[in-house]
């Protein structure tokens, strides 16, 4: 505002010239905080040099967008300068100027306005004469044509005959932003009415046409307004259907945005479970190394066990006296051995469908070491007798070793078959996965493809390392077998040795007895702890399962509630579809009728122009004529008057003539006497 204010005084300065207290009387008010970005310099009389001057500012001006020029009578001179100014103007919207008498230099000025002025939204030319001369007013029209911002113009009272609207109806048919129009109280008449409706078949921007006062037939004026209330219609059907779509595409943008919302939950509640899967296997791998070192540190045991036995069988031979309570004892875990390896064969008929192999190898190693067992028992039966109590203790011992391993057994089986369903959950996990992201996270699936290669690393890892365990199994029961036919020798050996040293090894025995009844305890409180952590496990593994299937009923719903979204937006897109295109097969019918009522315009108008020329010419003559007539009217009134006057003194002449023959004779000296 100070700049204006600055410039504007300079200028006056420069041109010498007085500024107007009202433009600085509104520019102080602004200043003051009331800013009304409005310039009125309404009822002003503005000569040239400050129509020149306020061209100058306005040019550069960024702080007014309405001007209002209502009854300053300005020059033709004056209105040029400031319209011109206007032209660069980049920010002003209304322009009133109403009741200027502007003409022919006026509206030029106007149409190169039009023309260059990218802001004017709204043009009032109230109480003009632009209609008054054809040249101006074409000019006016050529800038409207290129006009494309302006949406209101009101021309009442500018005296525009059907020539000038003729003129305007043209520039209408190329102009799509102009939306009302006023021309009330001009000289349109039926040809003037008639170029507006073809030239309203044409436009379909035009929403608002005022023509009272203009001469139009009621008929015209209807189909006139038709029109209009038709670009109308169309122009709500337009604004409805851009809504719709802003509103369609603003649909289709949060859907995506959910749907990558969503789709990165999935990948982080995914890549959730793989952690948590990838931690289970190394719980597992852990839960597995830890078994490991406690089946070697039972095997040591045993084997320690497995010694003292041998050095109890040695002590057993000595003591004849015992030999047939040890036959009895032998019975008793013959049955045990045979209770023993029906479990076995029950187990091993579980795991025939993976190691059929295996359960050949153990059946062979089973037969070796019941025929070596028989052996022992028929050189063991003279020793059985003596050997009873002993052997009731050993016997309680090998039980509870044989109940440890076919738990440690069971507990393997179980782990193993858990990991199994484990693995065949995840792998339905993954394939179901994988077939609801197929046309989503098709670059995804190699990522999960090298997880599963890796799981089966690991699983066929864990495989091996239970073929190695086994195998241990077998090295064990191999040497074990060695060892007892070792200790048959040793004991055959040993006999004389240990019938001295037997009450010596009784005290040795029941110490150790303790002492493996102490390491009995040690090894059911590992159990416990073991059946602890596996019972925490399968907990685990429940809640990832819940989870998991929450999550596959989630998903669903998702995708069946995107499925009846595009759905919807599928009809609701297409129902619009078919109205544009109903629309546009209106619209080409109309402009089809448009462009033959246009063909039989031109041919009308091309008529009314050979006729005006000719009535023109006509007319020419007879005035010609009539002047002629008129001329010779007048020469003969001039002849009537001469005439008039010749009679008027040929009769005084007569009169004068007969009253002095009247004085003359003797009648008229009688009647002198009398």
């Not at 020059?75 to 200027?100: H, R």
């Not at 440890?404 to 484990?422: D, G, H, N, S, Y």
């Not at 509630?561 to 619009?576: C, F, M, T, W």
Request: charged share 30%; aromatic share 2%.
């Amino acid at each position: 505002m100070d700049d204006f204010k600055r410039t504007y005084l300079c200028l006056c300065k420069e041109a010498s010239i007085e500024p107007l207290e009202c433009i600085l009387n509104q520019l102080h008010d602004d200043c003051d905080g009331n800013l009304r970005k409005r310039l009125d310099v309404s009822t002003q009389s503005l000569s040239v040099d400050t129509c020149a001057v306020l061209g100058k500012v306005l040019a550069n001006d960024i702080v007014f967008t309405e001007i209002l020029l209502c009854d300053c009578m300005l020059s033709e001179e004056g209105a040029k300068l400031l319209l011109y100014g206007l032209c660069a103007n980049p920010t002003v919207q209304t322009l009133d100027m109403k009741g200027n008498n502007l003409r022919t230099a006026g509206a030029e000025a106007l149409g190169k306005l039009l023309r260059h002025n990218k802001s004017l939204k709204n043009l009032i030319l109230e109480w003009n004469a632009l209609g008054m001369w054809e040249e101006g007013f074409c000019v006016f029209c050529e800038g409207l044509r290129a006009n494309k911002c302006l949406k209101s113009l009101d021309l009442r009272n500018n005296q525009i005959n059907h020539q000038g609207v003729g003129e305007l109806a043209l520039a209408l048919k190329h102009n799509d932003a102009l939306q009302e129009l006023d021309l009330r109280w001009n000289n349109v008449g039926l040809l003037g009415g008639r170029a507006l409706l073809c030239a309203l078949q044409q436009n379909k921007t035009l929403v608002r046409l005022e023509l009272a006062g203009n001469n139009i037939p009621s008929d015209l004026l209807k189909a006139i307004e038709q029109a209009v209330s038709h670009n109308s219609d169309c122009q709500t059907t337009l604004r409805e259907s851009r809504s719709r779509s802003k509103v369609l595409s603003n649909e289709i943008q949060c859907l995506k945005v959910e749907k990558k919302k969503q789709f990165l939950n999935m990948m982080g509640v995914i890549d959730q479970q793989k952690e948590e899967l990838t931690r289970s296997c190394r719980t597992a791998a852990m839960q597995v190394g830890q078994l490991q070192e406690a089946l070697a540190e039972k095997s040591s045991i045993i084997n320690s066990l497995r010694a003292k036995v041998q050095m109890t069988d040695a002590a057993l031979t000595l003591s004849e006296q015992k030999s047939n309570n040890l036959k009895e004892l032998l019975e008793k875990t013959k049955l045990e051995k045979i209770a023993l390896k029906e479990r076995h064969s029950k187990e091993l008929k579980s795991e025939q469908e993976e190691a059929c192999s295996r359960e050949v190898k153990l059946t062979r190693e089973l037969n070796a070491a019941n025929g070596k067992n028989m052996e022992l028992t028929n050189k063991i039966d003279e020793l059985d007798r003596r050997c009873k109590v002993q052997h009731d203790q050993i016997c309680h011992l090998k039980q509870e070793l044989a109940n440890v391993t076919a738990e440690m057994k069971q507990r393997i089986v179980q782990t193993e078959e858990r990991l199994e369903v484990e693995k065949k959950r995840f792998k339905q996990t993954l394939d179901d996965s994988e077939a609801l992201r197929k046309k989503e996270v098709d670059h995804m699936n190699l990522q999960i493809q090298e997880n599963e290669q890796c799981l089966q690393d690991r699983i066929q890892k864990l495989e091996n390392i239970r073929i190695q365990l086994e195998t241990e199994l077998s090295h064990l029961k191999a040497s074990a077998v060695t060892h007892r036919a070792l200790a048959e020798e040793e004991l055959i050996k040993m006999k004389n040795q240990i019938r001295l040293e037997e009450q010596d090894r009784l005290v040795h025995l029941e110490e150790k007895l303790h002492l493996v009844s102490q390491s009995r305890d040690e090894y059911q409180n590992r159990c416990t702890m073991q059946k602890q952590t596996i019972n925490e496990l399968q907990a685990k593994n429940n809640k990832f399962t819940f989870e998991i299937e929450g999550l596959k009923r989630r998903i669903e719903e998702l995708t069946q509630e995107l499925s009846g979204k595009d759905q919807e937006k599928v009809a609701e897109v297409n129902n619009v579809r078919v109205e544009l295109q109903e629309q546009i097969g209106h619209l080409q019918a109309e402009r089809i009728a448009q462009e033959g009522l246009k063909e039989k315009i031109s041919a009308l108008e091309r008529q009314l122009k050979v006729q005006s020329s000719n009535h023109r010419d006509t007319m020419l003559d007879k005035e010609s004529e009539i002047s002629s007539l008129l001329e010779k009217v007048r020469l003969k009134e001039n002849e009537i008057v001469r005439m008039k006057e010749d009679e008027a003194q040929r009769a005084s002449f007569l009169h004068n003539a007969i009253l002095s023959y009247v004085h003359s004779s003797p009648l008229g000296a009688q009647c002198s006497k009398k």
